[in-house]
């Protein structure tokens, strides 16, 4: 059964178009190399940058491997703690991606379901969540997330938003990015609902939240899945802005974001490669994303095929 999904899934419209884009496959090619990179990390990085044991201020600030003084036991040299610059960038795209990718999750659960339950339910219940998401719309999604960032902050005592940071960013960034998903399965959802195998499940007896999972939803996971890579990429940068204005993980246990805020306090003191390799990092998987996002979205349009 495996075996069949996977020769009808390379014989498919979708396998030959990205095989006939070049840009898409590097860009694919980076996206898993930065991923399988920063889950190797504890295997290929040279230490720990959050083991306090390993790190000196003796060893602050050593240039890159290629320039004057530079060692190779800090490649990409070090930071302001003495922190290898290679191993924290590979350890921070590890808690960007972690980030964004449950975000994404968070964002994609509820999205589809109140998108699911406006466009299949209709009426005042469509009508509220529809007018929700459009005053939500109205405002940047970094905005939102930190406006969610603040109130929990607010709600949480002392210490312990330094302790659940991690989930208070992907509460912040994953209900900031969930109406792209409202709004394409409610318009999705619309359109399913009057076709015949739905109007035959319902003279069957078929309960409305079955009908909704087992049938329509397999029907709208297309432009779901696009707009989730898409997200995905919107979700890591956003991380990384509220990383970078201190809202974000604490310098102890950094995100990309969190590397380019340390670095930019001395980008013009000559201490350059501090700022700009985790810059360079997090410009690229972004970009790469972005690129394997727009492929999917012109693949998965039954316009364009």
Same mark, same amino acid.
């Given at each position: 059964?495996?075996?069949?999904?996977?020769?009808?899934?390379?014989?498919?419209?979708?396998?030959?178009?990205?095989?006939?884009?070049?840009?898409?496959?590097?860009?694919?090619?980076?996206?898993?190399?930065?991923?399988?990179?920063?889950?190797?990390?504890?295997?290929?990085?040279?230490?720990?940058?959050?083991?306090?044991?390993?790190?000196?201020?003796?060893?602050?600030?050593?240039?890159?491997?290629?320039?004057?003084?530079?060692?190779?036991?800090?490649?990409?040299?070090?930071?302001?703690?003495?922190?290898?610059?290679?191993?924290?960038?590979?350890?921070?795209?590890?808690?960007?991606?972690?980030?964004?990718?449950?975000?994404?999750?968070?964002?994609?659960?509820?999205?589809?379901?109140?998108?699911?339950?406006?466009?299949?339910?209709?009426?005042?219940?469509?009508?509220?969540?529809?007018?929700?998401?459009?005053?939500?719309?109205?405002?940047?999604?970094?905005?939102?997330?930190?406006?969610?960032?603040?109130?929990?902050?607010?709600?949480?005592?002392?210490?312990?938003?330094?302790?659940? /940071?991690?989930?208070?960013?992907?509460?912040?960034?994953?209900?900031?990015?969930? /109406?792209?998903?409202?709004?394409?399965?409610?318009?999705?959802?619309?359109?399913?609902?009057?076709?015949?195998?739905?109007?035959?499940?319902?003279?069957?007896?078929?309960?409305?939240?079955?009908?909704?999972?087992?049938?329509?939803?397999?029907?709208?996971?297309?432009?779901?899945?696009?707009?989730?890579?898409?997200?995905?990429?919107?979700?890591?940068?956003?991380?990384?802005?509220?990383?970078?204005?201190? /809202?974000?993980?604490?310098?102890?246990?950094?995100?990309?974001?969190?590397?380019?805020?340390?670095?930019?306090?001395?980008?013009?003191?000559?201490?350059?490669?501090?700022?700009?390799?985790?810059?360079?990092?997090?410009?690229?998987?972004?970009?790469?994303?972005?690129?394997?996002?727009?492929?999917?979205?012109?693949?998965?349009?039954?316009?364009?095929?």
């Amino acid at each position: 059964m495996l075996i069949e999904s996977f020769r009808r899934f390379f014989d498919s419209d979708i396998w030959f178009s990205f095989k006939q884009s070049k840009v898409t496959i590097c860009a694919a090619a980076v996206s898993a190399a930065i991923i399988l990179a920063a889950i190797a990390a504890p295997l290929i990085s040279l230490h720990n940058p959050f083991d306090p044991a390993v790190i000196s201020l003796m060893d602050a600030f050593s240039p890159p491997v290629w320039l004057e003084e530079g060692s190779w036991v800090f490649p990409l040299g070090s930071d302001d703690q003495g922190r290898d610059l290679y191993s924290a960038i590979l350890y921070g795209s590890r808690v960007s991606l972690l980030i964004g990718f449950s975000s994404v999750v968070l964002a994609m659960f509820v999205g589809v379901a109140l998108g699911l339950v406006a466009g299949y339910v209709g009426g005042v219940v469509d009508g509220v969540i529809m007018r929700v998401a459009d005053v939500q719309i109205s405002f940047p999604a970094i905005l939102i997330a930190l406006l969610i960032d603040g109130v929990m902050r607010a709600l949480l005592p002392g210490g312990r938003h330094e302790e659940l /940071v991690f989930y208070v960013l992907v509460l912040s960034i994953g209900l900031s990015q969930w /109406v792209q998903f409202a709004r394409t399965v409610r318009g999705s959802t619309m359109v399913e609902r009057n076709k015949e195998y739905v109007q035959a499940a319902r003279v069957i007896g078929i309960s409305a939240p079955i009908i909704m999972l087992r049938h329509i939803l397999p029907n709208v996971m297309g432009p779901v899945l696009v707009i989730g890579t898409i997200s995905l990429a919107v979700a890591i940068l956003t991380e990384a802005t509220l990383s970078f204005l201190g /809202v974000g993980v604490p310098p102890t246990e950094p995100s990309l974001g969190t590397l380019i805020r340390i670095g930019q306090d001395f980008l013009f003191s000559g201490e350059w490669w501090i700022v700009i390799f985790p810059g360079v990092t997090l410009a690229t998987l972004i970009l790469a994303v972005n690129l394997l996002g727009d492929w999917m979205r012109d693949a998965f349009n039954p316009k364009l095929r």
